[in-house]
């Protein structure tokens, strides 16, 4: 398996975190698991299935959007992977979407139902000689002039553990209006988008090792090691020890670089 990225340039790096590029034989059954950042998914090779929870799958199209997710999600690989991803930042794909994020949240839907000519125009540039350039370029013809969502600092607020009321109060709405917005600007409400941040930076922490689980859960800003553990279980379905030992390659390069 073969996974690079690359950072956009400005001004898109204000809305997008990175490209990627996962390129494999017989990588099987990959679940992807919750980061808090939606994407759009491009298949060069062989489409992706996605599996259900009684084990039928589903072929996915050439160019998917994948909303917010809460759980884990198994996909299928076919016999020859190509795939190129655009990874938003967490209130990022809004503008360029400009539709409510919570209406897609735990999707994967054709991007062709949200907007079928940015979807042509992504395709067309993933499969050029330069996809990661194309694609910028392609994103920035529609970026020009793009309203920001204004909930970006509100996420900051959200990520470094301020409580919901006070972010309230520091933007001069009320706890309605921000658990509103912020959902329709990320596909999270409030208090699932700091869960998510805290697992993302826990993830992070237990994967790198060199440090005591305990430990990871106090740097991610978690009460203790079983909240920590409990937020573990309920994204990806498996406890740490399990899910590190067993994790596909394609589901631990993904998050890896989420963080």
């Given at each position: 398996m073969d996974y690079q990225e690359s950072p956009p340039p400005p001004p898109l790096d204000g809305w997008i975190r990175a490209f990627w590029r996962l390129r494999g034989h017989g990588l099987g059954q990959q679940p992807v698991i919750p980061d808090g950042r939606m994407e759009i998914v491009i298949h060069l090779a062989d489409c992706f299935s996605q599996i259900d929870a009684?084990?039928?799958g589903s072929a996915q199209g050439e160019v998917m959007l994948a909303g917010?997710?809460?759980?884990?999600?198994?996909?299928?690989?076919?016999?020859?992977?190509?795939?190129?991803?655009?990874?938003?930042r967490t209130a990022g794909a809004r503008a360029l979407l400009g539709i409510?994020?919570?209406?897609?949240?735990?999707?994967?839907?054709?991007?062709?139902?949200?907007?079928?000519?940015?979807?042509?125009?992504?395709?067309?540039?993933?499969?050029?000689?330069l996809p990661f350039e194309s694609l910028a370029q392609a994103i920035g013809a529609r970026a020009t002039g793009l309203p920001s969502t204004g909930?970006?600092?509100?996420?900051?607020?959200?990520?470094?553990?301020?409580?919901?009321?006070?972010?309230?109060?520091?933007?001069?709405?009320?706890?309605?209006?921000?658990?509103?917005?912020i959902a329709h600007d990320t596909g999270l409400p409030p208090k699932v988008l700091q869960r998510m941040i805290r697992f993302r930076r826990?993830?992070?922490?237990?994967?790198?090792?060199?440090?005591?689980?305990?430990?990871?859960?106090?740097?991610?800003?978690?009460?203790?090691?079983?909240?920590?553990?409990?937020?573990?279980?309920?994204f990806t379905g498996?406890?740490?020890?399990?899910?590190f030992h067993d994790t596909p390659g394609m589901t631990?390069?993904?998050?890896?670089?989420?963080s």
């Open positions: 009684s084990g039928n917010q997710l809460t759980a884990p999600l198994l996909l299928a690989a076919g016999s020859s992977a190509d795939v190129i991803g655009i990874r938003f409510p994020l919570d209406a897609v949240r735990n999707q994967v839907i054709p991007l062709d139902a949200v907007d079928r000519s940015l979807s042509q125009a992504l395709l067309a540039a993933a499969r050029s000689s909930s970006a600092h509100a996420v900051h607020l959200l990520a470094v553990g301020c409580r919901i009321a006070a972010v309230a109060e520091t933007l001069g709405v009320s706890v309605r209006t921000l658990e509103r917005r826990f993830y992070g922490l237990c994967q790198a090792g060199g440090i005591t689980g305990s430990r990871a859960a106090q740097l991610a800003g978690y009460y203790d090691q079983s909240h920590a553990e409990r937020d573990f279980r309920g498996t406890a740490p020890i399990h899910h631990a390069a993904l998050l890896s670089h989420s």
